[in-house]
Every structure is written in C-alpha cells, then in structure tokens.
C-alpha cells in the first residue's frame, strides 16, 4: 500500500497510508486530511499517521493531536495516530499496533469532548467508499450541527439544506459565496416588508435563513471555515433582525393596518432594546461563567428553541399573516420578546446567586448523560 508523507502549511508533519479515489464532500480524503491537520492549533508533538481507508468527526483529530503515541483504531485496524516515532507506521500499516502505543477502540463508545459544544460524545469514524459516501456525508453534516439552536434550523429545514449543501461542495461553491446570495435574500426581505409584500418578503427570508444554515454547514464539512467568514456570517446574523422588524412595522400602512404613532414607538422600543438587552444578557452569562445561557441546564437549551430570536419571531409572523393580521403578529414579537428578556434576566440572576453561594455552573451537557 502506498505511504505518502508531506508537511502541511502550519507546519505539521502528516503520513497517508494508503489510497482512495472516492470523493468526500467533493474532495479527495487526503485533502480532507491536510486541511483538518492545517486547522490544527499550536504544536503537534510527533507525526499525524491517518488511514485514508477510513473518514473521522475532525472531534477526533483535535483528540489525537492533544495525546501522543495514541492509536484510534476499529475493530483493530488503525485509523488515525499520533506517533512521536516515524518507524511505528510501519507496524500500523499491517495493523500490528506497538505495546507502546494506547488505543482506544471505537467500538467501546468512548467518550471525548467537545470543547465547542460543551459536551461529551463520541464521534463518527467509518470506512469510505462509494456506498457509504451518502452516509458519511449525513453524518458530517449533522455533526456539524451546533449544539443548541432554534426550532426551525433544528427541524424544519436541516434535511432541505443538507441537499443544498452537497450540491455547493459538488460544485465548487464556497460558503462566502452562499452567504452573499444568502444576504440578498435579507436586504430583499428588509425592503419587501417596507413596502407591504410580507408574504414574498417572509419567502426572501426563508431563503435567506435556509442559506444561513448551508454556508456554516459547508465551511465546517468541507473544513473551510475562515476568520472573516465567520465574521462575515455572524455579523449579518446579528445586525439584520432590527431592520425586519422595522421594516415590517412601516409596512402595515401598506393594508391600512399602521399601528398608532405612540403604540409604535413602545412597540420599536420593546423589540429593539430587548433584542439589545437579550444578547448583551447571552455575552455577560459567557464571560461570568464560561459557557453559553443556553447550555446550561436542560430547561434553558429547550427555551433556546422558542426565545425571541428571529426564527421564533417570524413564526409568529407567519402565524399572523395566515389570519391577514400582520398588526398583531408585531404585536406578539414584542410582548415574546417582553417575556424572553424576563426569562434571560432571571437565568443571569439564578446562576449569579448560585455562583455566590460557591455553587459551580456546568453544563448538563458535559455530563456523560449529555
């Protein structure tokens, strides 16, 4: 079998064994490999030997790189290992694991963890070929998922944006280009709802939402993921829902629905301060306590779902178009964001005052339970 060494541009050294033309998210697993090796952070103490046979959660990679002279192998065939000496690789090529070297098989369902997540789990590991492409690819993606989101990218459209993904890796797109046409689709929405379109206006957003989901999901797939991607990404993320929920405010005059000038000042002023108010809740929570307000017990990840974030919102806006009320879908965005802030607030309090009682905020997801 053929054995190809190479350095990779962080300057990490890597042996391919073997070889495989099947393609993974529209590339090659030995590119695969070198681009989760370049991802690597910091030095790596030895010589990164991976099994081009096999495909891996990236989880994995980042585990090895952390643990010298450890073997990940299934059902004793070496997959992927750091070795502090060259010569070991040749004993791993005929699946001869060294005594010096600890393994951890993969069919004992260890657990490691996921530092972006805060959880335990225990990541894919499968043999690519051309029949298992599909499967390794649905894998990668939801593993791709983030740990706690809202109920829409949960379950309404992962499926329909999996297809759209694979389809962009197969062609070559990259996720900066999804996330330009996907924040077409936004300022489209923004000016759709000013003028009174809401239902095409909820139609451009839709798309815009969905390519929202795709471009984070392509960039970690296809280990893309880029420092002004993500600013990028999150910056839209995080500046348009103001201008949605203006805009569509104005536009009730469009259906003669215009909300009184006094009323539409206090309902601007809920949504938008407690919009602010909420994230600089989430940003406080994350540096008193080192983890994110939504993962810290099984309660707030379910409220995660529903709290007045733009996909929660737009369901009520939806919900109001189908009764021809806009009016009182702003309305309801309003007082959910009124009762979320409430929530938030009362979240900081419980964890500061268990803080102070000497109490430590963990994770129930970093539990083995999780």
């Known amino acids: 079998m053929e054995r190809q060494s190479m350095l990779t541009k962080n300057g990490i050294s890597l042996l391919l064994f073997g070889e495989n033309d099947t393609l993974i998210w529209g590339m090659p697993n030995?590119?695969?490999?070198?681009?989760?090796?370049?991802?690597?952070?910091?030095?790596?103490?030895?010589?990164?030997?991976?099994?081009?046979?096999?495909?891996?959660?990236?989880?994995?990679?980042?585990?090895?790189?952390?643990?010298?002279?450890?073997?990940?192998?299934?059902?004793?065939?070496?997959?992927?290992?750091?070795?502090?000496?060259?010569?070991?690789?040749?004993?791993l090529e005929v699946?001869?694991?060294?005594?010096?070297?600890?393994?951890?098989?993969?069919?004992?369902?260890?657990?490691?963890?996921?530092?972006g997540l805060r959880k335990l789990e225990t990541p894919f590991v499968r043999r690519l070929t051309p029949s298992t492409v599909k499967d390794i690819e649905r894998l990668s993606y939801f593993g791709a998922y983030k740990g706690v989101t809202d109920l829409l990218t949960k379950y309404l459209w992962p499926e329909l944006a999996l297809v759209i993904t694979r389809i962009a890796a197969r062609a070559g797109i990259t996720?900066?280009?999804?996330?330009?046409?996907g924040a077409m689709g936004c300022i489209a929405a923004t000016f759709l709802f000013y003028y009174g379109y809401f239902?095409?206006?909820?139609?451009?957003?839709?798309?815009?939402?969905?390519?929202?989901?795709v471009d984070g999901k392509l960039a970690r797939c296809?280990?893309?993921?880029?420092?002004?991607?993500?600013?990028?990404?999150?910056?839209?993320?995080?500046?348009?829902?103001?201008?949605?929920?203006?805009?569509?405010?104005?536009?009730?005059g469009t259906m003669g629905l215009?909300?009184?000038?006094?009323?539409?000042?206090?309902?601007?002023?809920?949504i938008l301060g407690g919009y602010v108010l909420q994230r600089l809740i989430e940003g406080i929570f994350i540096r008193?306590?080192?983890?994110?307000?939504?993962?810290?017990?099984?309660?707030?990840?379910?409220?995660?779902?529903?709290?007045?974030?733009?996909?929660?919102?737009?369901?009520?806006?939806?919900?109001?178009?189908?009764?021809?009320?806009?009016?009182?879908?702003?309305?309801?965005?309003?007082?959910?964001?009124?009762?979320?802030l409430a929530v938030h607030m009362i979240q900081l309090l419980q964890a500061a005052l268990i803080k102070m009682r000497g109490g430590k905020i963990i994770s129930w997801l970093e539990s083995e339970e999780g």
Request: hydrophobic share 50%.
């Open 30 to 91: 030995a590119e695969r490999v070198n681009r989760l090796a370049q991802k690597l952070e910091g030095e790596v103490a030895g010589t990164l030997w991976v099994n081009l046979a096999y495909v891996f959660d990236p989880q994995w990679m980042q585990h090895i790189r952390k643990n010298p002279d450890m073997v990940l192998a299934v059902g004793g065939t070496p997959v992927l290992a750091l070795l502090s000496h060259d010569s070991d690789a040749s004993a």
């Open 95 to 115: 699946s001869n694991i060294p005594e010096s070297l600890e393994v951890i098989e993969y069919e004992q369902a260890p657990l490691i963890h996921n530092q």
């Open 175 to 181: 996720p900066n280009m999804v996330t330009g046409v």
């Open 199 to 213: 239902w095409t206006g909820m139609a451009a957003g839709f798309v815009f939402m969905v390519f929202d989901t």
């Open 222 to 252: 296809t280990i893309t993921s880029s420092f002004w991607g993500n600013v990028f990404d999150h910056g839209i993320d995080l500046i348009h829902p103001p201008f949605w929920w203006v805009a569509w405010a104005l536009g009730l």
């Open 258 to 270: 215009a909300l009184p000038s006094g009323q539409f000042q206090l309902v601007m002023i809920v």
């Open 288 to 340: 008193a306590f080192d983890q994110h307000i939504h993962v810290w017990r099984p309660v707030d990840s379910w409220f995660r779902l529903i709290t007045a974030r733009r996909n929660p919102n737009m369901v009520l806006l939806f919900i109001s178009m189908m009764f021809n009320r806009p009016d009182l879908g702003i309305l309801a965005v309003a007082w959910w964001t009124l009762i979320s």
